[in-house]
Every structure is written in C-alpha cells, then in structure tokens.
T-cell receptor, first 114, second 115 residues
C-alpha cells in the first residue's frame, strides 16, 4: 500500500530564512510525487511534481524539491520564505497513471514570523 | 490552466436532510473525478473515484449509500450527502483529470456544516 509521511506537523520560520519540509513515501513502483499548498479555507494548489528525469524539480513561487530514491524522500525547499508562504503544505504520491488516486501526507503547517 | 469549480462553496443544512455538491471541470473534459474529505487540520482522505458513465468506486469505510456520487457527464460530478448528520460536517474537495493527463486539478472545496 502506498503511504506518505510528513514528520513535521508544524514548522515556524523567520521571514527571509530558508525552508525545508520533509516528505517520505512508500510506493511499490515508480512513484509520481507532488507537493501542494493549501491556504486557510482554500483548495489545493500544485507547487511542483516529479514523474521522472532530473531529480531536482523546480516549481512555482520559488519552491523546489529533490527526489531521492535511496531515501524514499521528496523534500520541499525554498531559499528565502515570504510571509505569504504561511499555509499548509501537503506531499502526495500517486501511480504511474494520472488517473490513479493520490495518497496525501498529514500536512505541515508553516508559520512565518517577522 | 485547467479549472475546476465547486458549488456551493459553503452550505449549512439541518440534520436528516440531504445536500448536493457539484464539481465541474470548466475548460476540459474530465474522464475521472475524485472526491476527498478533509477534517479540520487534517489531511485529505479519498472517498471515491468516479469515471464518466460508470459507478463510482468507494474507498474502504465510505458508505456508498450515504455519499452518492454521480458522474453523468464529462464536465460534471455530484456528491450527495444523504440524511446528513453533524459528524458529516467537513470540507469536501473534488479533483478532476482529463483523458491521458497526468495531473489532477482540484476544486476550491465545499464546507458542509450540519446542524
């Protein structure tokens, strides 16, 4: 069965500081990996996705993520956070076909302090 | 980019009544739609997968007679919560994907409050 673990429930970062959100996955085949962001009361916005190829993936809003097969990880990073980055972040894993269901992690809530 | 809408965005209903939530793909044909449920400060849990013209496939533990899903066209899927109870109060999110596509597009969600 596929699963996603986001070990950090809540992270607080100073504005301008760097950020890394952790994600570990379990999947029996080649995974499709995603990071989504959710602002309060809002739906999900895709930040980036990894299917194959270059293991360092660039996304929107200055985010990037690195796929490490040996560690079953797909950590999200940003060099300098902005106050508007405060939100809930979800890592998700899906199958080789886009119409397969996604399994989400429990999310990491990001708080930005001035 | 692909847009998915949900209606209503927020609904309050009385216990025992039924409520219907619509999910529409506005600029593409969605061969598959997914319905998720999200409890406060928790992750999204998949409820069911629906393919156009077919019966929905429900995840284990989801009551199919309580959460009726219809995907009658390539742009519309509906979730009807029947005989709603306060424990059904939640944030319901749909997503849609087109034929051959590799990315689900999410709607903005519907907050259901059952009193």
């Amino acid at each position: 069965a596929q699963s996603v673990t986001q070990p950090d429930i809540h992270i607080t970062v100073s504005e301008g500081a760097s950020l890394e959100l952790r994600c570990n996955y379990s999947y029996g085949a080649t995974p499709y990996l995603f990071w989504y962001v959710q602002s309060p009361g809002q739906g999900l916005q895709l930040l980036l996705k990894y299917f194959s190829g270059d293991t360092l993936v660039q996304g929107i809003k200055g985010f990037e993520a690195e796929f490490k097969r040996s560690q079953s990880s797909f950590n999200l990073r940003k060099p300098s956070v902005h106050w508007s980055d405060a939100a809930e972040y979800f890592c998700a894993v899906g199958g080789a076909f886009g119409n397969e269901k996604l399994t989400f992690g429990t999310g990491t809530r990001l708080t930005i302090i001035p | 980019g692909a847009v998915v809408s949900q209606h209503p965005s927020w609904v309050i209903c009385k216990s025992g009544t039924s409520v219907k939530i619509e999910c529409r793909s506005l600029d593409f044909q969605a061969t598959t739609m997914f319905w998720y449920r999200q409890f406060p400060k928790q992750s999204l849990m998949l409820m069911a997968t629906s393919n156009e013209g077919s019966k929905a496939t429900y995840e284990q533990g989801v009551e199919k007679d309580k959460f009726l899903i219809n995907h009658a066209s390539l742009t519309l899927s509906t979730l009807t919560v029947t005989s709603a109870h306060p424990e059904d109060s939640s944030f319901y999110i749909c997503s849609a994907i087109g034929q051959g596509a590799d990315e689900q597009y999410f709607g903005p969600g519907t907050r259901l409050t059952v009193t």
